[in-house]
């Protein structure tokens, strides 16, 4: 088993910054890919990044440029900085980790943590 904890939402006016936190606990050797997505009000949710264990970052087209993930392996810590925040941008963000245990891979997710921005 793997827990995930986000922290670091909050309200920002268009163009400023917010960082993101992914605290990860438990069987966090297991843990290969792990990634943010978000989901806007009324909106499915999206795929934002992803990040390998060494280091290997993939973005989505709307927020390539303006986003970047990064991982500490030894605080067990997932980080999303996110510049130049739109009001498209307002969403609850998730982390997520994935981890493979024999032929099996499990996903585990985070409660989420609500990013507003204000235009």
């Known amino acids: 088993q793997v827990q995930l904890a986000e922290s670091g939402g909050g309200l920002v006016q268009a163009g400023g910054s917010l960082r993101l936190s992914c605290a990860a606990s438990?069987?966090?050797?297991?843990?290969?890919?792990m990634g943010w997505s978000r989901q806007g009000p009324g909106k499915q949710r999206e795929l934002v990044a992803t990040?390998?264990?060494?280091?290997?970052?993939d973005y989505a087209d709307s927020v390539r440029g303006r986003f970047t993930i990064s991982r500490d392996n030894a605080k067990n810590t997932m980080f999303l900085q996110m510049n130049s925040l739109k009001p498209e941008d307002t969403a609850v963000y998730y982390c997520?980790?994935?981890?493979?245990?024999?032929?099996?891979?499990?996903?585990?997710w985070g409660q989420g943590t609500q990013v507003t921005v204000s235009s």
């Open positions: 997520d980790a994935k981890t493979i245990i024999g032929a099996t891979m499990y996903d585990y």
């Open positions: 438990g069987r966090i050797e297991s843990i290969d890919i």
């Open positions: 990040i390998t264990s060494d280091g290997s970052a």
